[in-house]
Each structure stands twice: as C-alpha cells, then as structure tokens.
C-alpha cells in the first residue's frame, strides 16, 4: 500500500505562483511514474504532468511553459511548480502513483485545492 500525502494548495492571485508537494513516505520512484491530475467543478479529471521512473516528464498543453513537475528522491516527494497561474487552473490537484509498467497498483492522494482569484 503506497499512501500519498499532498500539500501546498491555497487561495492565489492570478499572475501568481504556487508548488504543491506530493509526499510518499517511502522510496517509489525506481518502481512508480507519478502524476499530478485535477479536477475542476463539473468537469473530468485531467492529466497536468507526470514524471517517469527514468526522470523524462510530459505535460498538458494548457500548462506547458508554466508548471514544473520534479521529485526529490532523498525525501520521497514529488513537487508541482505552477507558475503564471490563471482562473482556469483552479481545481483541486491529486497526485498519483502508477505502478502499472513494474506489475504494482496504482494510487491516488486525496487532493489539495487551488483556488486561483483575486
């Protein structure tokens, strides 16, 4: 069982910047790709970013040039770097562990929300 704790989410201006945190409390990164998702009011879940097990990352068009997904392996913690944020990247944000490629489940965080508002 691989639990996934995020954090980072909160009230932001438009223009402004925000790094969501994904905290997995154990080493998964050799064994899992990690994404980040989101999911506005009324509408699917999206794909914003993911990172895989080699490091090679890949990114919704609506977000490109301004989010930055990294992980630090020391800390077991993948981040979310939002940058140049606007009204329509306001939705709540899960991180996600897939585990498919090494034979492994997949698993969701709970979700941390980002309000984007002035």
């Known amino acids: 069982q691989v639990q996934l704790l995020e954090s980072g989410g909160g009230l932001v201006q438009p223009g402004g910047s925000l790094r969501l945190s994904c905290a997995a409390g154990v080493p998964i990164f050799s064994l899992y790709t990690m994404g980040w998702y989101r999911q506005a009011p009324g509408k699917q879940r999206e794909l914003v970013a993911i990172i895989r097990t080699s490091g090679t990352t890949n990114y919704a068009d609506t977000v490109k040039g301004r989010f930055t997904i990294s992980r630090d392996n020391a800390k077991n913690t993948v981040y979310l770097q939002m940058n140049s944020l606007n009204s329509e990247d306001t939705a709540v944000y899960y991180c996600?562990?897939?585990?498919?490629?090494?034979?492994?489940?997949?698993?969701w965080g709970q979700g941390t929300q980002v309000t984007v508002s002035s």
């Open positions: 996600y562990a897939d585990g498919h490629a090494s034979g492994r489940g997949n698993y």
